[in-house]
Structure formats: C-alpha cells, structure tokens
C-alpha cells in the first residue's frame, strides 16, 4: 500500500482509528469475528468507513488505522470502498485496550513529525452533525499545538448510565470555550449520573482525543513507562506483511492494557475539555439506536423487513427475515440468520451477559455470523448433520482460495453463478454455471475467480471430520499458508 511523504510541520491533522472492540452490546448482528464497527448500523456505509470519511479532506492526512490482526481484510476492503488509503493498517497482535494503540500510533508517526496532531477516534461511534465536529477539531488543534492533550465532552441529553463523565473545570485562557479538565468519572448509577445534569458542567466522556504526538509521548513516559517501553519494541520489531504492519508480538503482549483516561488523561495537569453538541452517540446498546433512530408515529424504529400492528416504543430489525411483533412494548427485537434476540428496552445494557453465557457453553455464535467472511469472500453454512455439511460460498472477481488440501473430507462444488477456475491434483478445469467437479479426500485442490462478477457455488463437504481446521494451506495470497 502506497505510504504518502513525510511531510514535517504540516498543520494537517491525523486520523488514528483504533478498531479494536469487539461490540458484544449489539450482538447478534455484532460478532466477534464481524464486530460492530464493521456493520451498517445506521446508514449504508459501516460505522468504521462513517467515521473515516468524517476525516477525509484537505485539512486531514491519510488515516493511521490500529485494529485486531482477524479484521484486517474486511477493514482494508471497506476502506479501498470508500477511496480511503490509509497511512498504515498496523495490527495488534492482542487486545491491550486504548492506550498502547495509541502509543503505537504515536510513535508511528513521530518518527516523520514529533509534533504531529493526533486525532484518536473510536471506530463505533456516530455523529449527526459532521461540520460542528470539524468546527471543534479546529478549535482543538489551537489547544493541543499549545501543548494541551485535549478531549471532546459530549453534552448529555439524559441521565446515562453507559458512559462514563467528565467534569470541567476552569476556562483555559485564550481559548474560548475550553476548559481544564477536573476529573473523570466512570459509568455512574442513574441517581448520580442525574446529580450530575442537574449540577451542570458535566458532559459524557466520547473517547475521542487531540495531542500532538510528542506531548502524548511524554506524559505517557511520566506516567506508563513499561507501557512506552513495551510500545517502543513492539514497533522496532514490527514488519509490513502485505498491506499491514505487524507489531512485535511478546513486546505488545507485555504492554500493560489499559485505556487513554486511565493511563495519561486522569494523572496529567495539561488535560482540557471541549464541550460539544454534535449529535454524538457510541452506538454502545440497541437502546442506543432507538435513541438516534428516525421514529415512526408509535415511536417505533424498524429496519429490515418488518411488520408491526400495535407496537410501540420498541426497536424491531429483520436481517434476511420477516420479522413481526403484535401488541408489544418497549421491547428489542433482532433477527439476523442464525440468531433472535427479544430483549427489554430498559436492560439492553445486559446483552453482553447472554454473549458471554453462549462462549462459556461453547456455542460459536458469538464469534460468528451464519456468513463468515474470508479474504477472498465468505461463506454460509446452510445444512449439517451426521457426516455432511453444505455451504454457500461467494468469490470475489478477480480472488482465490489457498492451494489446499484435506486429511477427513471430500467436497463436491456446483457452479451457481460465474466462472469457477479449479486447480485438482495436476488438472486444471473451468467450471459455469450449472457445471460441478469432485474433490476426493486428500488431493490438493485451490478455486478461483477469474471473472468480472462474483463467483456463487455449493459445495457439499462429506467425511468424518467437517471442522474449519482441516485444512493444510500449501500456498496462499493472504499470507496464511
């Protein structure tokens, strides 16, 4: 991936997205393996390719993105979508929380300008009034050139208790509506979460920051120096494979995992604040998309295919199902493929302990949706049972799967759609639409797109053994042989 020229002392400011979180809060249509920011939530675009367009443009330099090593194709297929070329896609080898990320990032881009702007943004998050957000970067790239480590306080419209707070303190002299920050609060209860609205000079903590990477750096030293020094390894031994930057793995392991308000924001004396009215939402629980969600007259907010007759105050969606509800309220209803969640609007906070109960049991549908995503495509698992199992799988033009083969199945692949170029043993066939070939247990095979539209076919898996890890990759695009 081309990597634009340093350019020192530029007064562009620079995106660093962290799409690290895994959204269990919205599952079922968030996975762990297909995580929110990666979902069309509330437009047609994702929540990640939302929020790096809200920083393209002439005042931004490309986006440094820092996300979990298993997301990486899907996030660079989404950014090439949107025209986006990133700085770097740098990959964590584990989830270590904001703050090493963020160091990373920092260090990244030190090394071309020390006094680079960092702008940290979440992936997941949404904001409805894209130029009052660039009216506050602007505001804020004043403060943090002047050695501020700066962050955006959302003004709350309720006593919530799924965000954290910030309390502002004094005005900053010579920047207009910016204030010291005097401390941070973690999710309050509801009664001190609405002592805090009705005092006033509280505001939601958004999680989006402003430093310039070398202030960023020195409080970091101050106040996390194992973290800084494990960051420092891990990017001295990081190596570019494909697309990606791969940190170094035990140096990154050994970063302490901690969040930016806990490592730096809480200690340091140069915190400041900008309060904002942007229509700022982290997108953290279904309730959450009722919220910000487009209402109908019974105060309904539907997507998919729905049928409502006597529902109120609820949020119902239908992924590749009809979906109906009849004399309900204030309820969640989610169908995707594979899963129905039926919640109650005031406790979409406890999703996350159905996610967890569903891993603890073994059950592998809070890491994956019925179709999962591949780097040349994805597949549906359509039917199994005693000693078969049936997919869908999808091909991108122009992709190929890993010249593989199998020790326990056979598979049988009909041609649905497209052009399907088929390695098997030293044959090489060219199957269309209606077409099929046979792929005996144990004999190297590899499929391929070689046309323009996407390749749609069957394959039926028959043998002792039918499990995603029986595959001996012997040469593979993706870097997974």
């Known amino acids: 991936m081309a990597k634009p020229p340093a350019s020192p002392g530029t007064p562009r400011i620079h995106p660093v997205v962290l799409s690290g979180g895994s959204g269990t809060r919205l599952w079922p249509m968030s996975r762990e393996s297909f995580p929110k920011q990666l979902l069309p939530l509330a437009s047609a675009d994702s929540l990640l390719q939302e929020t790096v367009r809200r920083v393209q443009g002439a005042d931004f330099a490309p986006p440094l993105i820092v996300c979990n090593n298993d997301h990486r194709f899907v996030i660079a297929e989404q950014l090439q979508r949107i025209a986006a ?41 949404l904001i409805r009034d894209v130029p009052g957000f660039h009216l506050a970067l602007k505001q804020a790239a004043s403060v943090a050139r002047s050695g501020m480590l ?115 924001m809480e200690h340091t004396d140069s915190a400041a604040v900008i309060p904002v009215d942007i229509g700022w939402s982290d997108v953290g629980s279904w309730s959450s998309l009722w919220d910000i969600g487009d209402k109908d007259e019974a105060e309904n907010v539907v997507a998919g295919d729905v049928a409502l007759h006597a529902v109120r105050r609820s949020y119902v969606r239908g992924e590749g199902r009809l979906v109906c509800a009849l004399g309900v309220e204030d309820l969640i209803v989610v169908a995707t493929g594979d899963v129905v969640l039926v919640a109650a609007m005031d406790r979409a906070q406890e999703v996350r302990g159905i996610v967890e109960r569903l891993k603890a049991s073994g059950r592998s549908e809070p890491m994956n949706h019925a179709w999962v995503h591949r780097p040349w495509g994805s597949f549906q698992t359509i039917d199994s049972g005693d000693r078969f199992q049936v997919k869908r799988l999808s091909v991108k033009p122009g992709a190929r799967l890993s010249l593989q083969r199998h020790a326990h199945r056979a598979e049988h692949w009909v041609v649905v759609n497209g052009t ?35 390749l749609n076919l069957i394959e039926v898996q028959s043998g002792g053994y039918l499990g995603e890890d029986d595959i001996v990759r012997l040469d593979d695009n993706y870097g997974r042989s």
Not at 88 to 113: K, M
Not at 210 to 224: C, D, K, T, Y
Not at 426 to 438: A, D, G, K, P, R
């Open 85 to 125: 070329t990133p700085r770097e896609i740098v990959l964590e080898p584990a989830a270590r929380n904001t703050a090493p990320a963020a160091i990373v990032a920092a260090l990244i881009l030190a090394e071309s300008d020390p006094d680079a702007l960092m702008l940290v943004l979440p992936s997941d998050h």
């Open 420 to 454: 399907a170029r088929v390695t098997r043993g030293e044959e090489t066939l060219t199957l269309v639409e209606n077409e099929s070939t046979f792929i005996p247990l144990g004999v190297v095979h590899r499929l391929e797109n070689p046309g323009p539209g996407p």
């Open 150 to 264: 700066v962050t955006f306080g959302a003004k709350p419209s309720k006593a919530e208790t799924g965000y954290g707070y910030i309390r502002r303190g004094a005005a900053l002299d010579g920047a207009k509506g910016c204030y010291r920050v005097d401390r941070f609060v973690e999710k309050p209860d509801t009664a001190r979460a609405a002592a805090f609205l009705a005092e006033g000079g509280w505001y939601w903590n958004s999680g989006m920051f402003m430093f310039s990477a070398r202030r960023f750096l020195e409080e970091a030293g101050q106040f996390e120096p194992a973290m800084l020094a494990a960051c420092r390894r891990a990017v001295a031994k990081g190596q570019h494979d494909l697309d990606f930057l791969r940190l170094g793995v035990e140096d990154f392991a050994a970063a302490p995992a901690r969040s930016i308000d806990h490592a730096v």
